[in-house]
């Protein structure tokens, strides 16, 4: 399994941007499909959006089409993921994780990163 | 977006009890579903994917079921361990989804 470890705790204002790294370790990205997941303080478990391998191209989930952006450096194996326009209700912890399997089998994410929280506060 | 229904969202048990919580897709997504463990504080981790295929390292005591829109997560014998926040996730669909949650707490 690969090894997950993202950026440390944020602190944002209100229509700020964030931007969560994700560094992976014993794979290479070019190997990997790193997509990313938001929990807000007490909730479930939401889907933001990653790397698709069946077309190669990154998919968003559709709440936050226009305010994200998943973004990847093969030099470093490091995936990015910028949330514009904070609003309170972003408050959260983001993970990111790899995507397994194939459209045959099935998909499944087993490895996650420790989690980063942004907080959005005035 | 195809919606995934747990339930119940929340139950209490003992230690060596059998515990089954139920995960409900509102269309069918063949065996594309996934089941996750998670504790406080800590990320999510992968028990069964693709409805019973169980995941390298995790206790024969979780077994998974189901296909259609139905599924099943069984723990034989519940663990002092295994008491935690338990999630479904579909990958029919391109848009990924996740269930509410199963909370999982001490009788």
């Known amino acids: 399994q690969a090894q997950l470890v993202q950026s440390g705790a944020e602190v944002k204002k209100p229509g700020a941007s964030v931007k969560v790294s994700c560094k992976v370790s014993?794979?290479?990205?070019?190997?990997?499909?790193i997509h990313w997941v938001r929990q807000a303080p007490g909730k479930g478990l939401e889907w933001m959006g990653g790397f698709d391998p069946e077309d190669g191209e990154t998919i968003y989930a559709q709440k936050f089409q226009g305010r994200v952006t998943m973004t990847e450096d093969t030099s470093t194996d490091t995936v990015y993921m910028e949330l514009s326009s904070l609003k309170s209700e972003d408050t959260a912890v983001f993970y990111c994780?790899?995507?397994?399997?194939?459209?045959?089998?099935?998909?499944?994410?087993?490895?996650w990163g420790q989690g980063t929280l942004v907080t959005v506060s005035s | 977006d195809i919606q995934m229904t747990q339930s119940p969202s929340s139950l209490s048990a003992s230690v060596g009890d059998r515990v089954t919580i139920t995960c409900r897709a509102s269309?069918?997504?063949?065996?594309?579903l996934n089941w996750y463990q998670q504790k406080p504080g800590k990320a999510p981790k992968l028990l069964i994917y693709?409805?019973?295929s169980l995941q390298s390292g995790v206790p024969s005591r979780f077994s998974g079921s189901g296909s259609g829109t139905e599924f099943t997560l069984t723990v034989s014998s519940l663990q002092p361990e295994d008491f935690a926040t338990y999630y479904c996730?579909?990958?029919?669909?391109?848009?990924?989804?996740f269930g509410g949650g199963t909370k999982v707490e001490i009788k």
């Open positions: 693709v409805a019973s």
């Open positions: 996730q579909q990958t029919y669909s391109t848009s990924l989804t």
């Open positions: 014993g794979y290479t990205l070019t190997d990997l499909s």
């Open positions: 269309q069918s997504i063949a065996r594309y």
């Open positions: 994780a790899t995507l397994r399997g194939n459209s045959d089998f099935g998909h499944w994410f087993d490895s």
